[in-house]
C-alpha cells in the first residue's frame, strides 16, 4: 500500500455483497494524487463493482471512500466529481455523439464556445469527428466505445475512472488512444483508475497496478515490481501472457549455491536474492522470456522444439526440456518444429515460490 | 333601476333536457333578457342524467340554479324534501306571463300538489295505440278496443304476412322504457303501482294476468329483439312498415307523419289505449308532463318565476314551432295553431283523447318513484325474457317495492 | 447514500395516500347511514345494515358473477387480440402512420356514440351485423334481446372499443425493444413464432400484464356501453355490479346503498389486484435484482 | 406469400375497426330516412346540413373549447406529476416500487362513484362547481395513477447504467429524468399522453356531474342530441365526427414523435 | 483470393449502405472449406457489418452469399445455419445463462439429456459453471461475453462468426479460450469468420486474415503474408504493434546491390528480393524487431536510446538513427535512457513500398 504524497483516493475496508453473494471482501486501496492505478484481475472478480463503488453509483455494505481527503463515503455521485468510462458505454442514445460529448460540460454549465471547443477537441484526438451528428445507434462497436471515452475525456474531474476503456478498438486507434491518456495524465496530473485486460496497456499505462482476485487485492505495486516480483502465485501465473510456467521441485543449497532439483532429474542452479524456503517443497517460475537461446560457450540444456506458433513479430515455441513442455519467445523463423535447440535460463530472473502458500520467497534482486 | 326591468341585471342559472322546446327556448332567450333586463345560463343535459344531477345540486343546497326542468313523475319527492316552492304567490305577484287557462288542464293539473302549484308544463304527451289502416283493412281488422284484441290482431298480421311483418312492437328494453308502456296494460287490466296504503300492488292478480299478456303478445307476435327495444328501436321498426301496430307515446304521431323517415305516411290510425276490464283503478293512457320549477335555495324566485312563466306561455310555445317543432306543446292555443294543425293533424285527435283521458298515476308518483319503475321493468323484461314466470317476477319486483316504499 | 428520488415520489403518493384515506373513511362513514338524495334531513346512522343488505341480495350477488365473466373475458380477449394486431403493424409498411391513427378510432370515438352506434349495429331487424348475417345466410341473432347473448355481444362492442388501447400500449413497448437478442435467436434458428414467444413475449411481458391490470380494472368499471345498449336488460342477464350501484345511485337516489355496492366492489377488486399482481410479478430470485 | 397474407390481415382488420367509423360518419351526412334504411343506402348525395346544425350551435363550440382546456391541461399534469413519480419509482429498490406500484394501480380501481358524490359536495361547498379547475383536478387525479402505472413499465425498459451515466456527468436527479428518461421513454410517454387525452376527451359521468354551463365538455354537450324524445341522429354522428377529428390527427401528430428503438446502442451486453 | 477446395462460404461484390453511407462497397471473399478467417480492420470498416450480412440480418443491397454452394443471399437467417457471437453480447434477458446456451440446442429440438451435457461441457469450457442460474444482468462484462461465446459453441452449425469474442476477459482466460476455440476448429473443421482487434488471436488462429479499411478489402492472406508480406502501406501500418517505421527516400542500385537513401546522409544497403521501383521515391518500412542490438562483429549504427518502456517480458526502446525516431523490441533492460548502442537493421526483412501508390515492391523472399 502507498503511503506517501497527498492522497487524493482512499479505499478501507470496501464491502459489497449482492444478496448473499460477496463481491468485494475488504479492498484497501489508497492512491496518492495524481497517480494511475491500473486494476488487473480476472473476468468476475469486482474490478467494475469497485470503480462503480468509488463513483458513488452502488451503495457499498461497509467501508470508507475518501477522495481527496473528504469522506465521500454516503455523498451523492454528482458531487464526487469523477469522471467514467462505463464498460457498457451507457451512450446516451437520445442525443447524437456531439451532444453525448458536452453533456458532461452542460451539465457543469460550461459555455458554449468552450463547450464546443472541447469537444471538436476530444472528438478529433477519438477520431469520431465525422460522427459528431449521428445518434449512438448508428456507430459501430469501436465508434461508440470511443464516445464513451469522449464523454470522460472531456472534463476535468478529480478522477477518472476507466473500465476496458479500450477493448473494442483496434490495436492503432489503441496505440494512440492510450498515449493521448498517458499524455492527458500526465499534463493535467488528475488520479486515474483503469481497469483493463491487456497487459501492454497495464505495464505501459500504470504508475501503480493492483491486482485482485475474487474480491480481494492480490498485490499493489509498480508494474514491474508486479511483473518481476509476484507477490504469490496468483500474481505470477496471471501477468504475463504467455503465462509463467511453474516447475515443482525442492530447494537446496549446496557450497553456497541455490540449487532447484525437480526430482526427476534436473537440478539447476540459481542466481536468486532472497529464497527463503530452502529446504522445502517448491514451485519454480520461469517466464517465456527467460528461456533463450544458448549463445556459444554458455552452458546450455538441450531442448526439443515440439511446436512453433508465430505472433508475427516473434515466434512462442513450446519446448521439451527436462520432459517439461515450457513455452519460450523467439525470434520468428529461429527454430522450426522438431529440431533440438541449445536453451539457457535466466537463472537470476526467474521466480521461486512456496508450494503450500503460493507466497514468492525469492526472485531477481530489486533493481 | 329601471322601473320597467326591475329585475335587470339578475342573473339565472337554468337547467334543462335536451329536448326541441328546450332548443326553442333557448333560440328565444334573448327576447327574454331583452324584455326583462335578466340574463339567464341555460344549461342542458340529457333528460336520463338531469335528474341525478338536480338531486345532487339541491342535497349540497348550494343554490346553484334558480329554475329546473324535470318530469312530474318526482314532484312529491321534491315537495316532500323541500327542494322546490309553490309558484301560487309568485303567480298572483307577477301575472304577466301566466295564463293560467292556456295551459292543457290535464297537464297543469298534474303539477299541483295539496292544492299548491308546482310546476309550470313545458311539454306533455299521453300515449295512444297506433295501427297500420291499410293491414287492417287488408286483413279485414278493426281497431282493438281490449287487449285481448290487441293479441288476435298481432296474431293475424304475424301469419298472414307469413312473418314479415311483426303483429305488434313495444318496448321491452329493461326499465322506463318497457314500464312507460306496459303500464298501460296493468291499469288497462284494472291493475295499479301502488295501493291508496302505500303498499305495492304489483302482486296482484290483475298486474300479473296484464304483464302475462304483455309478454305473451310480444313474445309470439312481436320482432326480433324486442326485448332490448327503447323508443328508438320500436318507433324505427313500426314507421319502416315492419310492424301492423305499436303503442306508444303520442310523439310518435309526429314522426310516423314524417315524410322524411316514415314510409307509413298516411297509412296509421291512432286509437286511445285499450283496456281489458271495466274496473279500472286508473287510465291506461299515459299522462307525461315535464315542467319547470322553482328552487327552494334560489336567491332570485321572483326572476325565476319570471323566466319559467315567459318559457311557457302561448307566445313562445307558438314560436317555437319555427324553431324546433315537437308535437308536445301545453298550450291550447298553441294547440290549436294552424302550425300545429298542419303538422300533427293526422293524430290531433287522437292524441287530445289521450290526455283528455291521460292518467297522471300513470307511473307511481311517490317518492320511490324510480325505484319501483326499476324494479317493475325488472319484472317485465324477465317476464318478456322467459326467465321467469308473469307471477314470480312481479313478486319479486312486489317484495322490492314494499322494502323501497317502507325505507 | 443519500437520494433525492424518493422526493419525486414521497409527495405524490402520500397526497393520494391521504385523500384516499379521508375519501375512504368519509365514504366508509356515509354507508353507516341510509342517506337517500330524496329523503334530505331524515338520514340516520343505521350501522351495518346496508352490508348485511348487500350480503342477502341476490340481484348483487349475480351481478358480481357477471362482472368476473366479463372482466375475464374482455382482458383475455382485447389482450389476444391487441398483441395480434401490434404485432401484425410492427414493421415497415407503405401507410404506416395512417393505419396506427386509424387503429386509435374506437378508442377516440365518444363511449356514448360507440353504444349507439353498435346498439344500431347489432339492431335484430334494421342493424348491419344481421345484415351481414343474411348475406351469407345465417341469423338472425337476437345480440342484444336474448339474455343469453346480450353479455357477449356488450363484450364484441367493449372489445372493438378497447383493443387499440392494448395496440397503442404494445406498439410503444415493441418500439423500444432492442433488436439484438431477436436477431441472437434468429441466428440460434428459431422460427418467427420462436422469436415472438421466446424472446419478444417476455420482453413485453411487463408492459402486457400492467395493461392487463389496467384493462381488467376498467372492464370492472365499465359503465359507458352497459348504461346505453342495455341499461342491464334484458332481464338482468347484463347488468354487473358497478352498474348496479349506478343504479342504485343515479335511478334510486339510495347513496349509502350505491355506496355500500361500490366500496364492497372496490374491496374485491383490490383483493383481486393484489393477488394478480403478487402472481404476475413474482419476487425475483436472490442476486437477479 | 407473406406480404399478401399481411395484406389481406390488415384489410381485415382495417375493415372491422373502420365500418363502425364508416357508419357514424355516413349518417352524418345522410338525411335521416336513409340512415336506417335496410337494407342500407350505399350511394347518397351528402347533406352538410347536420354539421352546419352543430357547428351554429355556440353550445357546441363552447363545449369544444372547454374538452380541449380540459383534457390537455389534466393530461399535461398527469402525466408530467406521473412521469415524475415513475422516474422515483423506477429508481427505488424492487421492494419499495412494488409496494408502491400496487398502491398506485389500486387507486384506479375506485368507481368514479365513490370519489363523485364526495367531490361534489366539497365543490359545491368552495363555490368550484362552475370552474375549470375542479374538473381538471379530478381528472389529473384519475389519471395519475394510470400514467404511472404505465410509465414505470417504458422507464424500466432504460438501461440502469444511463442513470449512474449521467450521475457520473453531473447530472441532477431532475435533469436525468428531464434529459434522458423523457426523451428515451418518448414512445411510452406519447402512448400515455395520448391515453389520458382520450380518457379525459371522452369521459362522461364526471363531466356530468362536475362541470356547469361555463365548464360543459364535449361528451355531456353531445347528449343533448340524446332527447326524450329520442336522438337526433344526423347532428349527434356529425357531433361525433367533430369530437373525434382532432383527437385523430392528435393521435397521428404525436405518434409522429416516435421513433423505433430508441434506446438502441446505447449499452453493450 | 483462395480459390482452391471446397468452398463453404462465398461473398461476390456485397455492398451495403446506411442511408447515403457505404458500409461495405464491394466485398469479394471466398473461403474453402475449414478454413478459420480472421477479420482485421480499423473500429468502424464494416467488419460486423459484413458478420450480419453473412447471418442474414441486414439485408445487402448488392451481392450474393453462398454457404456450401448454396446461395443464400435471400434466405433467411434461421435456414442459413450459422452461429454467431455477438459484439454486443445479445443475451436473452429473460433466460438464465444455462438457458441462453441451451436456447439453440432447444430450437432444434436436442434431447434433454444431451443438451444438459452439452450445456455443462460448454459451460465448464468456460468457466461460468457457478453462474448457470444467473440472469444476465446480474454478471460482469466478461462473464456476459463468455455466455455469449457459449450460445455459439455449444451449436455445429455450417460457419461460426465470432464479432470480438475475446475482447472483454482477462488475458490468461482469454488465452484458454483462444485455445479451446482452436481446438474446436481443429476438430470439427467448420469454416470460422473471426473479428478480432488483437493481433496474437489474429495470427495464432486464422488460417487467413482478411484485413478490411473503409469497406473495401485490403490484402487476404495467410498470417505470416500479412505480416511479413503486406500488400501495401494500409496493411503493413495497420498490422503489428508497436507499428511499422516508414522512412522516406530513393532507391538505387549499385553494382548490383540495392541502396536505400533517405536523402539526409542515411544509405542502406538492403537484401531484399524484388524490389521493382528502383529509382523512384520509395518508404522503407522497418518493424521494431528488424532493429537489434548489433552483436560484435556485424556492421552496426550508433543509436540513442531516448525512451524507454518496459511492456513486462520486453522494453520497447525508442531510438534515434540517423536522427529518425525509432521504437525498437528488447530484452528488458538491456538498454537505459539516454545510452548510446550499437544496433543493426535487419536487411532481409525491412519492406518496401512505392512512395505515390502505397503498394508494396520488396520484401523479404517468400518462405
Ligand atoms: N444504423 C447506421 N446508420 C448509419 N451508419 C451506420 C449504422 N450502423 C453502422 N454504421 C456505420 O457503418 C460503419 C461500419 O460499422 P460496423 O459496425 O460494421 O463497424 P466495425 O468494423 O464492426 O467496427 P468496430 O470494430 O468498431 O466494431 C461504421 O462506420 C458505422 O458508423
Ligand atoms: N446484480 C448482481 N447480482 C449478483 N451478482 C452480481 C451482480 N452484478 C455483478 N455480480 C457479480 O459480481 C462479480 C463482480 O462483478 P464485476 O462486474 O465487478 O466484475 P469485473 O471484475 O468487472 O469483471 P469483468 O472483467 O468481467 O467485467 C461477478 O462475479 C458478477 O457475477
Ligand atoms: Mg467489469
Ligand atoms: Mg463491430
Known amino acids: 500500500m502507498t503511503d506517501k504524497g497527498k492522497r487524493s483516493l482512499l479505499l478501507k475496508g470496501i464491502r459489497k455483497s449482492y444478496g448473499a453473494v460477496p463481491v468485494l471482501k475488504g479492498i484497501d486501496i489508497a492512491v496518492e494524487e495524481g497517480a494511475f492505478i491500473v486494476l488487473l484481475g480476472p473476468s468476475g472478480c469486482g474490478k467494475s463493482t469497485l470503480l462503480h463503488a468509488i463513483a458513488g453509483l452502488h451503495p457499498i455494505d461497509e467501508g470508507l471512500i475518501e477522495i481527496d481527503g473528504r469522506d465521500v463515503t454516503s455523498v451523492p455521485t454528482r458531487e464526487r466529481d469523477v469522471a467514467m468510462v462505463f464498460q457498457s458505454y451507457a451512450l446516451y442514445p437520445n442525443m447524437t455523439v456531439g451532444e453525448n460529448i458536452a453533456f458532461p460540460l452542460r451539465m457543469r454549465g460550461v459555455g458554449a464556445a468552450e463547450k464546443e471547443g472541447k469537444v471538436a477537441e476530444v472528438a478529433r484526438l477519438l477520431q469520431i469527428e465525422p460522427l459528431l451528428d449521428r445518434k449512438p445507434r448508428a456507430l459501430s462497436g469501436g465508434q461508440r466505445q470511443r464516445v464513451a471515452i469522449g464523454r470522460a475525456l472531456v472534463r476535468d474531474p478529480k478522477v477518472f475512472l476507466f473500465d476496458e476503456p479500450l477493448s473494442n478498438l483496434d490495436a492503432t486507434l489503441r496505440v494512440e488512444t492510450r498515449a493521448e491518456i498517458k499524455q492527458l495524465h500526465e499534463r493535467i496530473g488528475k488520479t486515474m483508475i483503469y481497469v483493463t485486460h491487456d497487459q501492454i496497456e497495464a505495464m505501459t499505462l500504470a504508475t501503480k497496478i493492483v491486482v485482485m482476485n475474487k474480491g480481494e487485492v492480490q498485490q499493489i505495486g509498480s508494474p514491474y515490481e508486479i511483473y518481476h516480483r509476484p507477490a504469490n502465485l496468483f500474481v505470477a501465473k496471471f501477468v504475463g501472457s504467455p503465462a509463467m510456467h511453474f516447475l515443482p521441485g525442492a530447494l537446496s543449497r549446496e557450497d553456497g549455491r541455490l540449487i532447484f532439483d525437480d526430482g526427476k532429474g534436473w537440478r539447476q542452479e540459481l542466481a536468486l536474492s532472497g529464497a527463503a524456503g530452502v529446504g522445502g517443497e517448491v514451485l519454480l517460475g520461469i517466464r517465456p522470456e527467460h528461456i533463450r537461446p544458448a549463445r556459444d560457450g554458455q552452458p546450455a540444456i538441450e531442448a526439443r522444439v515440439e511446436m512453433v506458433e508465430s505472433t508475427g513479430p516473434e515466434d512462442n515455441v513450446t519446448l521439451s526440456l527436462h520432459g517439461h513442455a515450457l513455452v519460450a519467445r523467439m525470434e520468428t523463423g529461429s527454430v522450426r518444429q522438431g529440431e533440438v535447440v541449445p536453451v539457457t535460463i535466466a537463472t537470476d530472473k526467474v521466480s521461486l515460490f512456496d508450494a503450500a502458500s503460493g507466497r514468492m520467497i525469492g526472485t531477481e534482486a530489486v533493481r | ?407 | ?289 | ?269
Chains 1, 5 share one sequence.
Open chain 4, 1 to 269: 406469400m407473406r406480404r399478401i397474407a399481411f395484406w389481406i390481415a390488415l384489410a381485415i382488420l382495417l375493415l372491422c375497426v373502420l365500418f363502425p367509423l364508416y357508419w357514424v360518419v355516413a349518417t352524418s351526412l345522410k338525411i335521416q330516412r336513409d340512415a336506417f334504411a335496410m337494407p342500407p343506402v350505399w350511394l347518397f348525395s351528402p347533406t352538410w346540413e347536420n354539421y352546419a346544425k352543430v357547428l351554429s350551435n355556440g353550445v357546441f363550440i363552447r363545449a369544444f373549447l372547454n374538452s380541449v382546456i380540459i383534457s390537455l391541461s389534466a393530461s399535461v399534469i398527469s402525466v408530467g406529476v406521473g412521469a415524475l413519480v415513475a422516474y422515483g419509482l423506477v429508481a427505488q429498490d424492487e421492494a419499495i416500487k412494488r409496494q408502491n406500484e400496487k398502491f398506485v394501480l389500486s387507486l384506479r380501481i375506485a368507481p368514479p362513484l365513490i370519489f363523485i358524490i364526495p367531490t361534489y359536495f366539497l365543490a359545491a361547498q368552495m363555490k368550484l362547481l362552475n370552474n375549470h379547475w375542479i374538473i381538471i383536478g379530478v381528472y389529473a387525479f384519475v389519471n395519475i395513477p394510470f400514467a404511472i402505472s404505465l410509465l414505470i413499465t417504458f422507464f424500466e425498459d432504460i438501461p440502469r447504467e444511463l442513470r449512474d451515466a449521467a450521475k457520473v456527468d453531473g447530472a441532477r436527479e431532475f435533469t436525468i429524468f428531464r434529459e434522458i428518461f423523457l426523451p428515451v421513454a418518448l414512445g411510452g410517454i406519447v402512448a400515455t399522453f395520448i391515453l389520458c387525452v382520450l380518457f379525459t376527451w371522452n369521459e362522461f359521468f364526471i363531466a356530468l356531474v362536475l362541470t356547469g354551463r361555463d365548464t360543459q365538455t364535449l361528451p355531456v354537450s353531445i347528449t343533448s342530441f340524446l332527447t326524450f324524445q329520442g336522438v337526433q341522429w344526423g347532428p349527434l354522428m356529425a357531433a361525433a365526427t367533430l369530437v373525434m377529428l382532432p383527437m385523430l390527427v392528435l393521435g397521428m401528430l404525436v405518434q409522429g414523435q416516435v421513433v423505433r428503438g430508441m434506446s438502441l446502442g446505447s449499452i453493450k451486453g
Open chain 3, 1 to 289: 447514500m443519500h437520494d433525492t428520488t424518493r422526493y419525486f415520489y414521497r409527495p405524490v403518493v402520500l397526497l393520494f395516500g391521504a385523500i384516499s384515506a379521508v375519501l375512504t373513511l368519509y365514504v366508509v362513514w356515509l354507508t353507516l347511514h341510509n342517506i337517500s338524495l330524496l329523503r334530505p334531513g331524515r338520514e340516520s346512522f343505521i350501522g351495518l345494515d346496508n352490508y348485511l343488505r348487500l350480503l342477502t341480495d341476490g340481484r348483487a350477488i349475480n351481478a358480481l358473477g357477471r362482472t368476473v365473466l366479463f372482466t375475464v373475458a374482455a382482458t383475455a380477449a382485447e389482450l389476444v387480440i391487441g398483441l395480434a394486431i401490434s404485432l401484425l403493424v410492427d414493421r415497415d409498411f407503405r401507410g404506416k402512420r395512417i393505419v396506427r391513427a386509424i387503429l386509435l378510432v374506437p378508442i377516440v370515438m365518444t363511449p356514448v356514440v360507440v353504444g349507439l352506434t353498435w346498439r344500431f349495429l347489432l339492431n335484430p331487424t334494421n342493424g348491419m351485423m344481421n345484415y351481414a348475417l343474411s348475406i351469407v345466410g345465417l341469423g338472425p341473432v337476437d345480440w342484444l334481446g336474448d339474455p343469453n347473448v346480450a353479455l357477449f355481444s356488450l363484450l364484441l362492442a367493449d372489445i372493438w372499443q378497447w383493443t387499440p388501447f392494448v395496440v397503442l400500449l404494445a406498439m410503444a413497448s415493441l418500439e423500444s425493444l432492442p433488436e439484438d437478442p431477436q436477431n441472437a435467436a434468429r441466428v440460434d434458428g428459431a422460427r418467427e413464432w420462436q422469436v415472438l414467444w421466446h424472446i419478444t413475449l417476455p420482453a413485453l411481458k411487463r408492459a402486457l400484464l400492467v395493461v392487463a391490470l389496467i384493462r381488467a380494472i376498467d372492464a370492472v368499471k365499465a359503465f359507458d356501453i352497459f348504461y346505453i345498449m342495455t341499461r342491464g336488460g334484458p332481464a338482468l342477464s347484463t347488468e354487473t355490479l358497478n352498474l348496479y350501484g349506478y343504479i342504485s345511485a343515479f335511478t334510486n337516489f339510495d347513496i349509502s346503498y350505491s355506496l355500500t355496492i361500490a366500496m364492497v366492489l372496490t374491496i374485491l377488486t383490490n383483493v383481486a389486484l393484489l393477488l394478480l399482481y403478487n402472481l404476475a410479478f413474482r419476487a425475483p430470485k436472490q442476486g437477479q435484482a
Open chain 2, 1 to 407: 333601476e329601471d322601473a320597467a326591468q326591475p329585475y335587470k341585471g339578475a342573473h339565472l342559472a337554468v337547467l334543462m333536457e335536451g329536448h326541441p322546446t328546450t332548443d326553442g327556448i333557448q333560440a328565444l332567450l334573448p327576447e327574454f333578457t331583452k324584455a326583462t333586463g335578466i340574463e339567464v345560463d341555460l344549461e342542458v343535459v340529457p333528460e336520463s342524467d338531469i335528474t341525478a344531477k338536480m338531486l345532487l345540486e339541491f342535497s349540497s343546497g348550494s343554490g346553484r340554479y334558480d329554475v329546473v326542468q324535470n318530469n312530474i313523475i318526482y314532484i312529491p319527492g321534491f315537495v316532500q324534501a323541500g327542494y322546490i316552492v309553490p309558484l301560487d304567490d309568485l303567480a298572483a305577484k307577477l301575472p304577466d306571463n301566466y295564463d293560467k287557462a292556456d295551459f292543457v288542464p290535464g297537464y297543469l293539473n298534474t303539477s299541483i300538489v295539496d292544492g299548491k302549484l308546482y310546476g309550470l308544463p313545458v311539454y306533455g304527451e299521453s300515449t295512444f295505440l297506433m295501427y297500420r289502416k291499410d293491414l287492417f283493412e287488408e286483413y279485414g281488422l278493426t281497431p282493438p278496443k281490449t287487449f285481448t284484441e290487441v293479441a288476435e290482431a298481432a296474431k293475424t298480421i304475424k301469419e298472414k304476412s307469413n312473418g314479415e311483418i311483426a303483429g305488434i312492437t313495444m318496448r321491452g328494453a329493461q326499465g322506463i322504457q318497457n314500464v312507460y308502456v306496459w303500464a298501460g296494460w296493468l291499469w288497462g287490466y284494472g291493475g295499479q303501482f301502488i295501493t291508496e296504503d302505500g303498499k305495492s300492488a304489483l302482486g296482484s292478480d290483475e298486474a300479473a294476468a296484464s304483464l302475462d299478456a304483455y309478454a305473451r303478445v310480444l313474445r309470439d307476435y312481436g320482432p326480433v329483439g324486442v326485448a332490448n327495444f327503447g323508443w328508438e328501436e320500436n318507433r324505427v321498426l313500426f314507421q319502416q312498415g315492419k310492424a301492423g301496430m305499436t303503442m306508444d307515446a303520442t310523439v310518435n304521431g309526429a314522426f310516423n307523419e314524417d315524410p322524411s323517415i316514415s314510409s307509413v305516411v298516411g297509412k296509421v290510425g291512432y286509437t286511445p289505449v285499450p283496456v281489458e276490464t271495466d274496473k279500472l283503478k286508473g287510465g291506461s293512457s299515459s299522462l307525461a308532463v315535464h315542467s319547470l320549477y322553482i328552487a327552494e335555495a334560489s336567491q332570485q324566485k321572483e326572476a325565476a318565476w319570471l323566466f319559467a312563466s315567459w318559457a311557457t306561455a302561448k307566445e313562445q310555445q307558438i314560436k317555437s314551432f319555427g324553431i324546433a317543432p315537437n308535437s308536445g306543446v301545453t298550450s291550447q292555443a298553441a294547440l290549436n295553431s294552424e302550425e300545429f294543425n298542419k303538422r300533427y293533424g293526422a293524430f290531433k285527435d287522437a292524441m287530445l283523447a289521450s290526455i283528455a283521458r291521460g292518467n297522471p298515476q300513470y307511473l307511481p308518483t311517490v317518492e320511490a318513484a324510480n325505484e319501483i319503475i326499476n324494479n317493475a321493468g325488472i319484472a317485465v323484461s324477465k317476464a318478456l325474457a322467459g326467465s321467469a314466470s308473469a307471477k314470480d317476477a312481479l313478486a319479486e319486483a312486489n317484495a322490492a317495492n314494499d322494502a323501497a316504499l317502507s325505507r
